[in-house]
């Protein structure tokens, strides 16, 4: 029997679209693959922890819903919830992990617990439920805090950051994201689940979903109300969520097991991405305080442009984020607005 995309026969690809799960659907990026999938044929099981939370809604709205779309009421601490989801799929992109926007209190129960036992808890439903491929949504941030790494030596796919220091510095997100990460690679390689590790760095770009708004589309909006809080003018990987969209479903379809992804922009310089946003769009008040940060990191994302990744402009994802933003309220003058902690400086973040 001839094998096509994801592993699957020949026969059953003619016979029934393609199914997968994406796990917290209606999350900033996970909707945006979402009606990727739809658009490219794929019947699509979302999670969603409330499918009766109208901030869920919109995703029944997306093209083909009606037809191709299922959504899973999931929580990814509560194993059988997942395996109902997982069922009839032959993958899953596993997006729903907290993106904390304030300083936590309890980082155990707030950050780790949901994103590492979540993940050995999506790990073991792909197995339970014949899955075939998982990718993983990690971050850039499992790659960068790494203090070990020789000076002057570009960043790549084999740069893992020191969960110690992480864990010293008390930057949770990243820990947690280091750690989910090991216990796939580990597992995908002793269970055979084709596991792809994919590590996209800051994402901004149009928000499908227009009640909440997501940790890093805070950050941008941030910058562009201004307010308080100081930030730092380091270099940041940023990259469109249309094209982390697009990466995730070529990797899907083209990478292979145990394989590691870096993927965004070359590094925008903070005080330039100002610079872009005031030319565009003159009158806004702009966030002021910024440090300068004598710190740079140099990042190759040349092993998923060369499957045939192809990003858009900065500019692009600057106008389109910042239309999005106005058309759903978000940049109103009276809403108060802080910087998400993890983006404070560290020596003003209380
Ligand atoms: N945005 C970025 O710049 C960026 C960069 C690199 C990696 N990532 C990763 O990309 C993924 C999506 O992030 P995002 O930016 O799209 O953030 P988001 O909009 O906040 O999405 C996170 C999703 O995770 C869900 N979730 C959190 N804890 C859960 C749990 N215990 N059970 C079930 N669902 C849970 C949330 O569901 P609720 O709506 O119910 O809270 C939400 O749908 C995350 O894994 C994040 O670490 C994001």
């Given at each position: 029997m001839g094998q096509a995309a994801g592993g699957r026969s020949m026969e059953s690809l003619m016979s029934s679209p393609p199914r997968v799960c994406v796990t917290g659907g209606g999350g900033f990026i996970a909707s945006w693959l979402v009606k990727l999938l739809l658009s490219r044929g794929y019947a699509v099981h979302a999670t969603v922890?409330?499918?009766?939370?109208?901030?869920?809604?919109f995703l029944e709205q997306l093209d083909g819903a009606a037809e191709n779309l299922r959504l899973f009421k999931a929580d990814m601490l509560d194993y059988a919830t997942l395996t109902a989801a997982f069922?009839?799929?032959?993958g899953v992109f596993h997006a729903a992990s907290p993106v904390p926007d304030g300083k936590l209190v309890d980082p155990e129960k707030e950050m780790m617990v949901p994103a590492i036992e979540g993940t050995r808890n999506v790990l073991k439903a792909c197995s339970a439920t014949n899955v075939q491929k998982l990718i993983q949504v990690s971050s850039v941030l499992a790659a960068l805090f790494?203090?070990?790494?020789?000076?002057g030596k570009v960043r790549d796919e084999s740069s893992w950051s020191d969960k110690e220091f992480c864990r010293e510095n008390e930057i949770w997100y990243a820990l947690a994201k280091t750690e989910a990460e090991e216990i796939a690679l580990e597992y995908g390689k002793k269970s055979g689940l084709h596991v792809i590790r994919f590590c996209p760095g800051v994402v901004f770009g149009p928000l499908l979903q227009h009640t909440v708004l997501n940790t890093t589309s805070k950050v941008l909006v941030y910058i562009l109300k201004g307010g308080p809080d100081t930030m730092n003018n380091k270099s940041w990987p940023i990259v469109d969520v249309r094209d982390v969209a697009d990466a995730m479903l070529l990797l899907y379809n083209k990478a292979g097991s145990s394989e590691r992804y870096l993927c965004s922009l070359d590094l925008v310089d903070m005080k330039h991405l100002l610079e872009i946003l005031k030319s565009m769009y003159p009158n806004y008040n702009y966030a002021d305080k910024m440090v300068d940060m004598d710190y740079r990191i140099e990042m190759t994302t040349d092993k998923i442009k060369n499957l045939g990744w192809k990003p858009r402009k900065l500019e692009e994802t600057l106008a389109d984020s910042v239309e999005s933003y106005k058309e759903a309220g978000f940049?109103?003058?009276s809403e108060p607005c802080r910087l998400p902690f993890m983006f404070l400086v560290p020596a003003v973040q209380q």
């Open positions: 922890r409330d499918p009766c939370d109208p901030k869920n809604a069922a009839g799929c032959e790494n203090p070990g790494w020789p000076q940049l109103q003058a």
